[in-house]
């Protein structure tokens, strides 16, 4: 953490000489660059101040920006006003349940409940109305994005909880791995595109990203993998592996969902979030990495997830 806040702190001055020096056609440019770096320092702030107060409290942070990714993913799909009832459900039943399996550490269910319990549902509320126009089309849009923007999400403050053998750093700093690894990654890649970049990797789905800064971003986020293997259960070569499928699996989420929006016709997910776009446009790495490190983390490393609710819930219908 130390080391984001001289990164952030060396990005502050280096914005503010830019500042002053840019020419005028470079001060949007700079403007932009000064934009994400403030919406940087409050983001870092929250998420540390959120992995310092423990588990129940990522939940519920988790839980939040699920809510707002997936209300930025619905308002740019088209929806109908039969659809109004799913959506209620989706919102403040599905989504929250989610969250509450994940906070009392109930796996079993929380890795089913949305892909299959949540995906029948969806379906059968839908046709209910008696709607049948665009019922494939706008179903398969609602259940994508409860797939990612709650399910893939919910799979980070699940970190926090993963037994691990033979390890008693605690899991926060795990999550700040995984989370300081995808955003990195990001970040880097935008550096060295900018830097060198000249190949382009995919111009109709997101013109900056470029062959040398997908490699460039990667290798030294890899680098930095490695120096942070001492706060994670990995000796140096497997944090470089988990870090290259959080790399790998990040940069094609963030295709994925450029493909999304280019076929939407929109540009970014929202403006909540100065200099960067929406909520999904800063997370979007991070959907599609997170669900694979859980598992490989578990598969691995850890002692493995017991299935059954807690003795708790047993308890309130007699075991």
Known sequence: MVGVLALLVAASIAGAVMARRAGPEKKASVANFNARTKSWWVMVGIFAVTLYLGHWTTVVLFCLLSFCALREFITLNETRNCDHVVLFWCFFVILPLQYFLVGIEWYGLASIFIPV??????????VMS??????????AKIQWGMLTCVYFVSHMPMIMTLPIKDWSGGNGPLLFFFVATAQASDVFQYCWGKLMGKRKIAPKLSPNKTVEGALG????TLLLAVGMSFVTPFNPWQAALMALVICLAGFFGGLVMSAIKRDLGAKDWGNSIAGHGGVMDRIDSLCFAAPLFFHLTSFYFGTGMDPK???WIFSLFGK
């Open 217 to 220: 971003g990667i290798a030294t």
């Open 117 to 126: 319990y949540a995906f029948i549902f969806i379906p059968i509320r839908k």
């Open 309 to 311: 609710p807690p003795d």
């Open 130 to 139: 008696g709607e049948t126009k665009d019922f494939l089309a706008t179903t």
